[in-house]
């Protein structure tokens, strides 16, 4: 329980570093849909943790940078609960749920755990690319940097 603590802590951290960075920058369309992206993923899947449908919650939408900053409080609040709620005997319970596609799969809370810290991971790096690819500093959420 303590390293999935752990994650979400990063995952807190790290969004609101591309936050930050987004707004200081002129943010491109793109760079905006990924992150809206990240944070609408982290609600589809805390949905679901909690047993509610989430096959009719959007995975992409528009957005904007003052949606993003209410969408990072409101999943950390909500995740922060979450992982109070649960112990670690609850990890491997399998939860049932309906993608937006209409599949069905189950998978165990600590699957889906693990899995919420690195998909946004992976789009942060992501929209860093595109950062350093239009002459703008790229901002490092690497999980080292945020242990230290």
């Not at 992150?35 to 919650?57: K, P, Y």
């Not at 409080?73 to 609850?90: C, G, M, R, V």
């Not at 998909?119 to 500093?137: D, T, W």
Request: charged share 20%; with cysteine; hydrophobic share 35%.
């Amino acid at each position: 329980m303590k390293t999935i603590q752990k994650m979400f802590e990063h995952l807190y951290w790290a969004n609101e570093r591309i936050l930050e960075t987004l707004q200081k920058n002129n943010v491109e369309e793109q760079q905006l849909r990924l992150f809206t992206h990240i944070l609408n993923a982290e609600q589809v899947w805390l949905t679901r943790l909690q047993g509610m449908d989430s096959s009719q919650m959007p995975i992409w939408s528009e957005g904007d940078l003052t949606v993003c900053a209410k969408l990072i409080k409101q999943n950390e609040e909500s995740f922060k609960a979450f992982l109070t709620e649960i112990a670690e005997t609850d990890l491997d319970n399998l939860i049932t749920y309906t993608n937006s596609t209409g599949n069905t799969f189950t998978s165990s809370i600590r699957d889906i755990l693990t899995h919420v810290a690195l998909h946004g991971q992976y789009h942060r790096g992501q929209i860093n690319s595109r950062l350093r690819a239009e002459g703008f500093e790229p901002i490092s959420t690497d999980y080292i940097i945020f242990v230290r």
